[in-house]
């Protein structure tokens, strides 16, 4: 966590002059990175449909599934450190959440000390 908290604090900045930050952002990765990390998924490996579960910036993120499905992510707390997670109020062992679960329109709760 203190890592992704410090390249995001560094390098994701657009500068004195407010021109462009570290790397640009051509394709558009470098934004996308930034975007999941900021809601608390970090994408280890683009191959894999799964996400480490970190602490969001964000006290709740929705997404809209379509259909009426909405998936919410929610922080409880204001620490930097996960207590606990919990996915359709059921814990989650270990850090990892697969992206058919996000899917199925429930809440992912992340608990903060």
């Not at 608390?40 to 480490?52: C, K, R």
């Not at 620490?79 to 919990?86: D, H, P, T």
Request: charged share 25%; aromatic share 12%.
């Amino acid at each position: 966590q203190c890592i992704l908290d410090s390249i995001m604090d560094r390098f994701y900045d657009m500068g004195a002059e407010k021109l462009a930050y570290a790397g640009m952002d051509d394709a558009g990765e470098m934004s996308a990175w930034y975007v999941f990390n900021a809601i608390g998924l970090y994408t280890y490996s683009p191959a894999d449909p799964e996400y480490i579960i970190s602490v969001p910036l964000f006290n709740e993120v929705k997404f809209s599934l379509g259909k009426g499905k909405e998936c919410t992510i929610r922080k409880e707390g204001n620490g930097k450190k996960i207590k606990q997670i919990k996915y359709d109020n059921k814990p989650i062992e270990g850090w990892f959440i697969q992206h058919d679960q996000l899917l199925q329109g429930k809440e992912l709760v992340i608990t903060t000390e």
